[in-house]
């Protein structure tokens, strides 16, 4: 149970860090023409990849939501995590993106 908590404790934190540096970055705008805006919405990709991958086994419907929504099929995890989610960045396509939670409203 403790290590299921910080499995997931680590998962939040590396969703606040995307949130955040989204926030930062603020990609619409930037020319979508620019190096800037490929290398922050690249970032952001490699990051949603990961956390796509480091969910599945904690809600895997959730995760092939997310893989159908960026266009990748993780079926497998490859030795060379880092590789194997750098060409995933390369191949994604984002469509019909929609909310993967509900908000909930306390």
Do not use: H
């Amino acid at each position: 149970a403790c290590e299921f908590k910080a499995y997931v404790a680590r998962l939040l934190a590396a969703a606040a860090i995307g949130n955040k540096y989204i926030d930062t970055q603020k990609p619409w705008k930037l020319d979508k023409a620019s190096t800037e805006y490929q290398n922050v919405i690249g970032n952001a990709l490699y990051l949603v990849i990961g956390l796509g991958i480091a969910i599945v086994p904690l809600i895997p419907e959730t995760a092939s939501k997310l893989q159908r929504m960026i266009g990748v099929s993780i079926s497998t995890w490859e030795e060379d995590l880092t590789s194997q989610i750098a060409s995933m960045v390369t191949q994604a396509r984002v469509e019909g993106v929609a909310p993967l939670f509900k908000k909930l409203e306390l």
